[in-house]
């Protein structure tokens, strides 16, 4: 066995090995059909691994040590910010008092997770420009889903029925896809030579059925409308909201607020712009914020404040109801409160050193990629490897898998999808200088062996525990799961 290939727990399984020795029992023994439905027990002892307490403490560690996580090493991945998550955060979120509130607890002794829900609540109201949040969407995705609901709810009850959303090419894949799941009809309008959404063909879809556009602001190229005030002009004008996904928030935070920009509602990716790891797709929390005239429809509970004390609010006959059980993924609110309660007054250092890092990256690389809207950036953005792809026969995949051989993970690739072998980066605002030039010159690197050993790049990782994969056979042919030898038939 090396570090390289080690068995499975399963395989290191030996009958009767155990890691833990209970006592003998001080009562009598009872029959589990005594105390659990007989036709609920299995028949069969369950295929669990048999190992030592050493064993088994080797085997996960082993498994951890091949993780690359934020606290190994950089973390490039535009468009999902793998910012600054302070430790300290983590100890706030395991208090007792949170960790183990029952979420049926009658108000009266949830006291101090309603206090926190509310003081959140103008915290983000104060940074977005909008007037009240709801904090059940469990991420952004659902955050939008959550928002589209309250825009037809407010339409509706209005008397006004609209048909059509709008989605700039630029947005998130989920944005059309929330829309759809909202019955809407998705109406997509291009980006123009600058990155921004096309004002002039958003003006020539912008009618009486449009409900709303979606933007998301910075955008995904990492570039921050420049025609914003206009834009939400052409969409107010034809009676529809605008709607921000906030996904890039953290860009503009004490700088600008979207309220102000001339948004209606919005969700935050509080997971990612205030303190919660979020690697490996989860927990997340999306909280949707909206301007007052949206207030009336916004999920129940609300949480209010009656002098000192507080109180959940289901009173509200214009809700549309509930979109997740409780108050979402409660611990990571309570990162983003005590992140903000230590920065609130920095926002807008976060944002800037988080611009100038980017900005310092993207010309230290725009001489070795192709750059498709060159112009200054905002927390990330965007080069192209086509020029590798053209030249070399090299892909921005290739590009990304070598990357792993110098101790990287991979920025994103291949999106945002209108530019061609994309490769969008996104630095954070917490990196030193010399991890921004240690990377640069690694991806530089990579750059010159395009051209100079391009086998090397296409056949990339050549360093790490697991060579490169095939794709196609692990999606359409996945092994999930280990698979014992066949259990003699049980004979009861």
Known sequence: MTQRDFPLIFELSRPGRVAVAAPEADVPDVPLEQIVEPSLVRRDPADLPEVSEPDLVRHYTRLSQRNYAIDVGFYPLGSCTMKYNPKVNEDAARLPGFARLHPNVPDDLAQGALQLLWELEQMLCEISGMDRVTFQPAAGAHGELTALMMIRAYHEDRGDRRTRVIVPDSAHGTNPASAAMCGYTVVTVPSDRRGNIDVDALRQVADA???ALMLTNPNTLGLFEERIVEVAEIVHGCGALLYLDGANFNAVLGVTRPGDQGFDVMHMNVHKTFS????????????????????????VPTVERDGDRFRLDYARPKAIGRVRAFHGNFGVLVRAYAYLRAYGPLLRQVSEAAVVNANYLLTRLREYFDVPYDRP?????????????????VRTLDIAKRLLDYGYHAPTIYFPLIVDEAIMIEPAETESRQTLDAFADALIQVAEECARDPETVRTAPHRTVVARLDEVA?????NLRWRGPVRAASTR
Do not use: I, N
């Open 209 to 211: 059925s449009v409900a």
């Open 276 to 299: 919660t790891p979020h690697g490996g797709g989860g927990p997340g929390a999306g909280p949707v914020a909206v301007k007052a005239f949206l207030a009336p429809y916004l999920p």
């Open 377 to 393: 950036c905002m927390h990330e953005f965007v080069l192209s490897g086509r020029r590798q792809k053209a030249q070399h026969g």
């Open 474 to 478: 692990a999606a359409r042919h996945p």
